[in-house]
């Protein structure tokens, strides 16, 4: 009798090959960096950025010629259990204003020139009420994480990774609970319209949920089609394929850190190309990025969504780049 193949596994096997970063390049940007003109670190993290992009990119002097931001936006089921006083017509709203160019993202994509691509993830179909089934099958899960690895095509060198979903800080928070453990209320913060009875029904929604799927938490990608969403799923695709090309990734916040840590359950090093732009004001963000172990680049006391905290940090990304490949040595300087 054959084995049932579950439609995960295809995502499993690229796990066992994994790229990874070029020894030689990172050690050739060491090298450069103590040539450069200025005391020995006195560039702080610019220089640990440059030589983690020399790694991944493969080059001694890399810079960012076209960075992207790619905003995944989607639509939950459990707004139903009312735990946003805010409709989920407006995800589709804000994708229009995205479209316009009238949000913040688009100000910020236009200062730092990024590039910006924003995925519409069926708003007119919400994934399912997670405190009462699965948010989607497998067939869907997977599907989408494919659609989401397209983001990288056409010569992207960076990607910074947003989202945009009336409902998804609750989908973010159980996932975090389904992965991690811990008490519904340590992965649950103030987010937009999380007050007073809003707050009291996301804490009692969570907990209902990742006690009703209690049984598959074992599986990092079952915890993501169960309790997950769309642009999660289309997040973790993305993550992926930017893994197998080598382009480094920027995360955004507390919901695109939810969805990377999926592939941090499966195994730690799975976001070794990936940088966190931004530390959100959601505490469960915090808490998330310590057990991720990453130190994000900004604190600006932001928790927008849109990628906006990663693009933001871009601009630094960028900046280390060019500091890197463009300063002169000791030996050009004229002193």
């Not at 945009?164 to 319209?193: V, Y």
Request: hydrophobic share 45%; proline share 3%.
């Amino acid at each position: 009798m054959d084995t049932f193949k579950s439609s995960f596994d295809d995502f499993r096997m690229l796990f066992h090959s994994f790229p990874q970063p070029d020894e030689v390049s990172m050690a050739a940007a060491r090298a450069r960096q103590i040539k450069l003109i200025k005391p020995r670190g006195a560039l702080g993290r610019l220089e640990e950025i440059a030589i983690w992009l020399s790694g991944w990119r493969g080059e001694e002097k890399p810079l960012i010629r076209k960075p992207l931001v790619a905003v995944f936006a989607g639509n939950h089921g459990i707004t139903d259990e009312c735990i946003t006083p805010f409709s989920s017509k407006l995800t589709e709203k804000m994708v229009h204003n995205f479209a316009e160019g009238k949000a913040a993202i688009n100000q910020i994509c236009a200062f730092n020139d990024l590039g910006l691509k924003i995925y519409d993830l069926a708003l007119e179909y919400p994934t399912l009420n997670i405190t009462k089934e699965a948010a989607m099958d497998e067939r869907t899960c997977t599907a989408t994480m494919a659609f989401g690895m397209e983001a990288i095509v056409g010569g992207i060198d960076l990607i910074c990774l947003g989202e945009m979903g009336i409902g998804n800080t609750t989908i973010a928070s159980a996932l975090a609970l389904g992965l991690f453990g811990g008490d519904a209320e340590e992965w649950i913060g103030q987010s937009s319209g999380s007050e007073d009875v809003f707050l009291d029904r996301k804490i009692e929604t969570v907990r209902k949920a990742v006690a009703l799927h209690s049984n598959y938490l074992d599986d990092p990608f079952e915890v993501l089609r169960r309790l997950g969403g769309r642009e999660f799923s289309a997040i973790v695709g993305a993550i992926l394929a930017a893994r197998m090309e080598k382009i480094p990734v920027i995360l955004d916040g507390f919901v695109v850190t939810a969805a990377a840590a999926v592939l941090f359950k499966i195994h730690p090093s799975a976001l070794d190309h990936c940088l966190v732009g931004h530390m959100s004001t959601e505490t469960a963000h915090r808490k998330l990025l310590r057990i991720l172990r990453k130190e994000p680049l900004l604190k600006l006391g932001m928790r927008l969504g849109e990628g906006t905290g990663a693009a933001l940090a871009a601009g630094i990304v960028r900046c280390a780049a060019l500091c890197h490949a463009k300063m002169a040595t000791f030996e050009q300087a004229v002193f």
